[in-house]
Structures are given as C-alpha cells and as structure tokens.
C-alpha cells in the first residue's frame, strides 16, 4: 500500500531537527552470506554501530538499486527485505530487517538535491547492499531507513556532485552510507582465499592513496587508470558508492579504514568512516 505522498504528511526542511554533523561511511559489502555468518568482517561492522552516534535516520546508497535514466528515493513508512540474489541458503532468505521506513527524511532529501528531479519510490525497499549490512550493524532494527537509487547512465562526476547536495543530512542526524566495494570483479575469483591479484591490489592502493590525500577527483577519474581501473570493476556499479561518500567529504572530516582486506584476490572488503575533528 503506498503512503501518502502529500506535503502535509512530511516535515518540512527547517522542521527536522539539527544535531552534531554525523560521520559517513562507505562499506564493502562483500557476498550477502556476511549478514548470517560470524566472521572479521561481520563482528567489524557490529562494532562500527556501536562505536557511532544513534542516527535519526540511515541513508544508503547501494550498488544494487540502478535506474538508468532516474534518481529515486524510497518513501514508504515499512519497506520490505529484498533477497535480490540466488544459489544461497534457506537461511539467508529467511533473514528479515523490518527496520521502519523514514519518509519525512526521504522528502528532505528530494527539496534537497537540485542535480536531478528525485522521484519518491514505493516498490523497492531494502536490498541487500544495505539491509546485509545494517543487520549486523543496528542489529534491533529500529533506526529508520531509507535508499537513493543510481542513475546507472550518467558519468561518475555526476555522482559526485549530486552527492555534494546531500551534505545537509548529515546535520539532521542522517547517517549516510554507501555499499559497495572498492575492487570488484566476480570474473576473477579465485578459490584460494588468500591470493590478490596485483592489479587489484594497484586499484586498491591507488584510490587508497587518492583518499589519503584528499584527491576526491583522482577517486571520481578512476577510469584513468585504464586496464587497472576495467580489471578492478568491469561494470562501476560497486565503485560509484564510494563516490558518494567521498562527495559528503568536508575539510573537517578525518578518513579511517576498516575491514582492509582483498578477498579471492579481487574482491576488495576495504570500508571507510570519517568523522568530523
């Protein structure tokens, strides 16, 4: 059932409240097993949500909501748990993250972005970029969440820029988060755990470095790098996350890594938090 869509239902911008400037993040997400199984990656982003400031609300753009051609936003008051995937067990499709919906945030965020006509979604719900994620992270559930689709046909400045207009959430107790990963090329695994490739781990050092130095643009040009850039992601669904993170980035913010670890030598688990000092 859709919820009314109406200006009275939502708060208007001056009427959310203003908090501290959250932190953002960017998360490699990995396979979706990681939201039933105990592992480093797992019990990191349980501490990560404990470590960090109770949000008024979860923003999450994730690599597996693209819509060539739009920008959406979910806005629905109890968005559903998409298992948008196949070939894993009963369990993982039994898992549920019935966490609310946050449509008074979702209507901010559309009066906020001028880049784009952002259209309010009722169908999509939480895939499992986000919701593999955040069940390990806010694992009661009870922090209001939301998504922002991809325009999957526009150029990755563009995303950058967008992101840019997004910044003013994270004074209104908005936590945002991107889900993704940072080298990700499932052509390439291999069964042996422990092996990296060299051009994977080139990318990942390289875009490393970028963050380090506050070289948004060397991250948002990646596709300079060439066949580097076209091993570590054939398609950049994985990688424009990231983008949106880093366009959240104030000179305030201070860049930490976690979860720094190449899996089946091109799958790059590297996540990132900033906070502001």
């Known amino acids: ?17 203003e908090t501290d400037t959250m932190p953002f993040m960017f998360v490699g997400h990995g396979s979706p097993m990681n939201a039933i ?12 949500g404990k470590s960090l400031p109770r949000p008024k609300a979860i923003l999450c753009i994730s690599a597996h909501w693209l819509t060539p051609g739009s920008t959406q936003v979910t806005a629905m008051d109890l968005p559903k748990t998409i298992h948008d995937f196949g070939g894993f067990p009963k369990a993982l499709f039994d898992a549920q993250y019935p966490a609310p919906g946050a449509p008074d945030y979702a209507q901010k965020t ?26 390990k992270m806010f694992p009661e559930a009870d922090v209001p969440v939301y998504q922002l689709s991809i325009d999957y046909a526009k150029e990755p400045r563009y995303h950058y820029e967008l992101a840019r207009e997004l910044y003013e959430l994270r004074n209104k107790g908005v936590l945002i988060l991107g889900s993704g990963n940072l080298v990700h090329n499932l052509r390439t695994l291999t069964m042996d755990e422990s092996e990296q490739y060299d051009w994977a781990v080139e ?12 070289d948004d643009m060397g991250v948002v040009d990646f596709l300079k790098m060439g066949t580097v850039a ?14 949106y993170a880093l366009g959240l980035r104030s000179e305030k913010d201070r860049i930490q890594y976690f979860n720094s670890k190449i899996l089946a030598g091109s799958i790059s688990m590297k996540s990132i938090i ?3 000092e």
């Open 37 to 48: 199984t105990d592992n480093e990656f797992s019990r990191q982003w349980a501490a990560t």
């Open 203 to 214: 990318f990942d050092e390289t875009m490393t470095s970028f963050m380090d130095n506050g």
């Open 1 to 17: 059932m859709k919820t009314d869509a109406s200006p009275k239902h939502f708060k208007t911008l001056s009427q959310l409240p």
């Open 230 to 243: 076209k091993l570590a992601h054939p398609t950049h669904d994985h990688f424009l996350p990231l983008i």
């Open 274 to 276: 900033a906070h502001p």
């Open 110 to 135: 559309i009066e906020l972005i001028r880049k784009a006509e952002v259209v309010a979604d009722y169908e999509w719900g939480l895939d499992h970029g986000t919701w593999s994620v955040l069940i």
